[in-house]
């Protein structure tokens, strides 16, 4: 039995296989509205926007060490 998925233009229903060219859309049509629509920015990311997290001096000092671990060539000979 073969997947079938609502398309997210016209909910028509549209088979989860190879031949299905614009999947999960039915049509081109419907794909460049679904693109349309993003490109107006009528569709958007639902999740907020993570503001930026401050680096400590520990955050800093464990990724360069981290950093220096998987390239032993950033490190000074002895």
Excluded at 5 to 22: F, H
Excluded at 24 to 32: E, G, H, I
Excluded at 46 to 69: C, H, K, N, R, W
Aim: one cysteine or more; glycine letters at 2%.
């Amino acid at each position: 039995m073969t997947l079938k998925v609502p398309c997210p233009t016209c909910k028509k229903e549209v088979p989860w296989q190879n031949e299905s060219t614009y999947r999960p859309f039915c049509s081109k049509r419907c794909q460049l509205i679904d693109l349309g629509d993003w490109a107006e920015e009528s569709n958007k990311i639902s999740q907020p926007i993570q503001g930026p997290e401050v680096m400590t001096e520990d955050m800093l000092d464990a990724l360069e060490s981290e950093f220096l671990l998987h390239n032993k060539f950033f490190v000074e000979p002895e």
